[in-house]
């Protein structure tokens, strides 16, 4: 256990951190205007990736331990039957596009179908613990990714450098994926005939996930296309920088959950309230001083690396970077209510407050600015941190 705990914290370390190196790679070679059209490409991604696979890998991983095999074959069929039809439904925006810009939408639709298929394949060795293959068939993805955005770069393919090696990547990672799945295994999720009552059962637990989903999108993507729309790509190629930085402390308590929640589930499958809360007490307190930490290099990289040019960029990370730390702790209390079989209050209240947040976002951005949307967000961490904090003491204490 601890073996592939270890594994996993590496696989996942591997896959944050050589994007977000390659991002801040990036920015040195590009203008503010034009990393702000790069970080509104990766933006544009997620949420097509979001509508077209339909929460997949969350339900795989539900899906595999309550279903009978049958059951769960003919569910996952439909499912992909969903995300073909939202793909080809997608590209009635070609009709609405400008020309120059369909290449875009299609490598968009077809890229977000691929990594459809990995992650549902990714959750598959996840529930049958074949760790070897999860890593492999995921860090092998990052590495392309990085290494052909890498390249494109230096070849001066610009801002578009990402999406074409999202593309690439995708294929890549979807072959190796089903190759170490086997071809033949995965022909029985292949789409057949749609059956109305395994649509039903695989529907209505994906539309309970989108809420979340979308949610935690409009927490980070939203932004970006605020300020694109409402400030220029020029502010947001210093906010997508400051962002980058202050990303480090979710990237860090992504690996913290990775050891954290096994021994956390544990102590509160025994009953063991106060001792878990103690936990996430120390794990809090950490979280702290990496935010510390990441505030002081963060700016001291950011003023060094990336000179005048990016200079408006610093104000903005110091202050993501403390309204990113009610986030991060949000991230290690969330897992209590999720053991609790708290989702559906988690998937509400996520929704329904970082939709609240773009909607103020978009009303004070052209007016204050983009430090206001930092406050706001701050403003908003803080709220939906205490009543997270408020129901896993109501729960466990």
């Known amino acids: 256990m601890l073996l592939n705990i270890i594994k996993y914290g590496l696989s996942e370390g591997v896959a944050k951190i ?161 190759n170490l799945y086997g071809f033949k295994n995965f022909r029985h999720f292949s789409p057949k005939t749609i059956r109305f009552d395994s649509l039903k059962i695989m529907f209505i637990p994906a539309v309970l996930f989108m809420p979340q989903a979308i949610g935690w999108w409009l927490k980070s993507g939203a932004d970006r296309v605020i300020i694109s729309d409402a400030l220029g790509d020029v502010t947001l190629g210093h906010y997508a920088l400051a962002f980058q930085f202050s990303s480090i402390t979710l990237i860090v308590v992504g690996v913290i959950n990775l050891a954290l929640v096994p021994e956390m589930n544990k102590l509160l499958s025994l009953g063991k309230g106060k001792e878990v809360s103690a936990l996430i007490n120390k794990a809090s307190v950490f979280v702290f001083l990496i935010c510390i930490s990441v505030s002081f290099f963060g700016y001291q990289f950011i003023n060094l690396l990336y000179s005048l040019e990016y200079a408006p960029a610093l104000p903005i990370f110091i202050m993501l970077v403390f309204s990113t730390l009610p986030q991060a702790i949000m991230l290690l209390v969330i897992n209590v209510l999720y053991f609790k079989g708290e989702g559906l209050f988690v998937a509400k209240l996520v929704f329904y407050s970082f939709f609240a947040q773009a909607i103020i976002s978009y009303i004070v951005a052209p007016i204050f600015g983009v430090l206001s949307m930092v406050i706001n967000s701050l403003f908003v961490n803080v709220i939906v941190l205490l009543l997270i904090w408020i129901r896993k003491n109501k729960i466990i204490l």
């Not at 990736?49 to 279903?67: M, P, V």
């Not at 293959?133 to 052909?148: D, M, Q, R």
């Open 18 to 178: 050589a994007p977000f190196l390659t991002t801040l790679y990036v920015a040195k070679f590009l203008s503010p205007e034009l990393f702000g059209k790069y970080s509104l490409i990766v933006v544009m991604f997620e949420i097509t990736f979001i509508l077209i696979s339909f929460n997949i890998q969350a339900t795989t991983r539900i899906d595999y331990f309550k279903e009978d095999t049958d059951s769960f074959n003919n569910i996952k069929q439909n499912h992909f039957i969903l995300s073909v039809f939202i793909t080809f439904l997608g590209l009635f925006a070609l009709f609405f596009v400008e020309e120059s810009e369909r290449v875009i939408v299609i490598i968009l639709l077809f890229s977000a179908l691929m990594r459809t298929g990995s992650v549902f394949i990714l959750a598959m060795f996840q529930c049958a613990r074949r760790v070897n293959a999860y890593i492999i068939t995921n860090v092998l993805f990052v590495i392309i990714l990085s290494g052909v955005t890498f390249t494109l770069v230096n070849m001066g393919a610009s801002f578009y450098s990402w999406l074409y090696a999202m593309l690439f990547a995708s294929a890549v990672q979807l072959v190796l994926a089903m």
